[in-house]
């Protein structure tokens, strides 16, 4: 906003230039009737009011910044409108010229000359029409100078806002001239360049960057968007993700503005974006029976540390959401947590999945080169699944990176450090692949400093139900239907089937039931096929008190865990024949006995 106070002392200053020029005391009083500069008396009362600060009393202040318009009072102490003072009779003043100050058709002020002596009174009124535009054209000067301050004082206000959005946004700024020296730097380029302010303005941007891209930009005007660019010194080394926007000019850039950031936070940056930064707690698993509590206890605890973890169970345990609950649970939580499935990956690219490749590292490979997980997982956690599927040749480069912390990109000859936790899985028995040289004996201990067993659904009973009813919320909401329950056949059912597929499969089978389920209640008919043809229907009249009756359906329930267990193909039924100690035509005439043909 425009005010003489912002100017006072230029407003001083004018007042006493305008007494001196005219021989005429002076006084210039802002929108507010505070006296702001003056000579003489007026001097001495400098921050009071005139006409007691109220414009409504339509004395000759109040008037003229209402009207706007010049005003001559030539005989005061005759002129009641000119002061309370002259209402009550001791008014000193004579005579006065009055002016508005005008900013942007708004009055903010007046500029007074006023005569206190007789000598002042005929002086004023004889040249009465050239101080008139004498005092409006200072008028304009000081109206001039109240502006240009007020524009300085945006100015200065836009400056700061844009000085504290480039302090507080997370990457490094400079600014670099056409000659390349760098004119600006912001508090995170200090911390990235690991240098002062002091010492990084002024110099050219080769001396931090040397041959960096953004020198092209100030040639041809084409910038760049987050390039990985790695600068090597004597006393460090810069791994930044740059950005580089040339400052236009008339016929060739003039500067250009280049915007960086540490590569390992702009990793953590995608990833914190990705849906990998989903986190999971124990209280996410499921269950109520002694096995799992036992190993979540064992968890919880394994959480705190940092050491090695193995995790082993059988096919769709839910390996992956413990790696994951002892990650968030860990002092690591604030970091990546990365998986990576090493039976999912064809052998020839895991190790550039795991390690990465530089640029050019064999065919096909991407023009800047390709991070790995390994670094992607720097600061948290890397979740290695099926690890028994890892070819042999990369357990050796893991056991090294397990052992220093360290690696070198595929192609690459520069040692990256990093900072990861790992936590290993299989369903194999790798206690067994050892043997059969199929599986790194020094890795296996390496990797099995704290090793958690997860139990299969079939030794967690009691948590049958509490999943499955979990599981039909979750696919209620998920599909908009309102599907209340099982019915008596399907609860048994489920609570008698083996589940070799574990929470995996029971999960599938309650999906499954919901898609096919438009009553209130799951029935038989909605049950995959593959588990419905487990289920026993007893007979009408059939007699199940007998010894017989008994012995035979004990009979079925071996036969139907075994083949849960073990599977249908023929070698699995040869495996079942030679556990159970019969010829593999008795168990073919067994199950065709119990319909399990």
Excluded at 405 to 429: H, M, P, Q, S, Y
Excluded at 536 to 548: I, Y
Aim: glycine content about 6%; proline content about 3%.
């Amino acid at each position: 906003m425009v005010n003489l106070k912002k100017i006072a002392h230029t407003v001083q200053q004018v007042a006493e230039a305008i007494s001196l020029a005219v021989g005429i005391e002076t006084e210039i009083v802002d929108d507010e009737l505070t006296i702001v500069g003056g000579t003489n008396l007026y001097r001495e009362r400098l921050g009071q009011k005139e006409e007691s600060g109220n414009i409504e009393n339509n004395y000759l202040y109040g008037r003229v910044l209402q009207e706007g318009e010049t005003a001559v009072v030539e005989d005061a102490r005759r002129d009641i409108t000119y002061d309370y003072s002259t209402v009550i009779g001791t008014t000193q003043e004579l005579a006065e010229i009055c002016t508005p100050i005008k900013a942007k058709n708004k009055i903010i002020g007046i500029i007074g000359l006023v005569a206190f002596t007789k000598e002042q009174q005929q002086h004023l009124l004889r040249n009465k029409e050239s101080m008139i535009l004498f005092v409006e054209r200072m008028a304009d000067l000081l109206a001039s100078k109240a502006l240009e301050t007020e524009a300085l004082h945006r100015i200065k206000t836009i400056q700061n806002e844009i000085m504290t959005i480039l302090e507080t946004i997370h990457e490094g700024m400079l600014a670099i001239n056409e000659k390349g020296h760098i004119n600006y730097c912001n508090s995170n380029a200090e911390v990235l360049l690991r240098s002062l302010r002091e010492h990084i303005v002024g110099k050219h941007i080769s001396y931090f960057m040397p041959n960096t891209p953004a020198l092209k930009v100030l040639e041809n005007g084409e910038g760049y968007t987050e390039n990985e660019e790695i600068y090597k010194k004597e006393y460090s080394n810069f791994h930044f993700i740059v950005t580089a926007r040339a400052i236009s000019g008339s016929t060739k850039p003039r500067g250009v503005v280049i915007s960086f950031r540490d590569i390992v936070e702009a990793r953590k940056l995608i990833y914190n974006m990705s849906e990998m930064s989903m986190s999971y707690t124990f209280e996410d698993i499921v269950g109520i029976s002694d096995s799992i509590v036992k190993v979540k206890k064992q968890a919880d605890q394994v959480a705190r540390g940092y050491s090695t973890v193995l995790i082993t169970g059988e096919s769709g345990t839910g390996k992956e959401l413990f790696a994951r609950a002892i990650h968030y649970s860990s002092p690591r939580k604030k970091g990546p947590f990365i998986t990576v499935n090493c039976g999912a990956i064809p052998e020839t690219l895991l190790e550039s999945e795991l390690f990465g490749y530089e640029r050019g590292a064999f065919t096909g490979a991407k023009e800047k080169g390709k991070v790995g997980k390994f670094e992607l997982a720097d600061g948290g956690t890397i979740f290695l699944d099926e690890i028994g599927d890892m070819p042999l040749h990369l357990q050796v480069k893991l056991l090294h990176v397990l052992q220093n912390r360290r690696f070198e990109r595929v192609g690459g000859n520069k040692t990256i450090l990093v900072d990861v936790r790992v936590i290993a899985a299989t369903n194999k028995n790798l206690e067994e692949m050892i043997n059969h040289k199929k599986f790194r004996e020094d890795l296996y201990y390496r990797l099995s400093v704290i090793p958690l067993k997860i139990p299969p659904l079939r030794e967690r009973q009691d948590d049958i139900s509490l999943l499955k009813d979990y599981f039909l919320k979750k696919y209620n909401a998920f599909l908009n239907k309102s599907i209340k329950g099982f019915s008596k056949q399907v609860e048994e059912l489920y609570r008698t089937y083996n589940w070799p597929g574990n929470v995996r499969e029971l999960e599938n089978a309650v999906e499954y039931a919901v898609n096919m389920t438009f009553s209130n209640e799951i029935e038989l008919d909605a049950v995959p096929p593959r588990i419905r043809k487990y289920y026993h229907t007893p007979s009408v009249g059939e007699k199940e008190s007998t010894l017989q009756d008994c012995l035979k359906r004990l009979e079925k329930d071996i036969f139907l865990k075994k083949i849960a267990e073990k599977g249908e193909s023929q070698n699995a039924k040869l495996e079942i024949a030679e556990e159970l100690g019969i010829s593999r035509a008795t168990l073919y005439r067994k199950l065709a006995e119990h319909n399990l043909s």
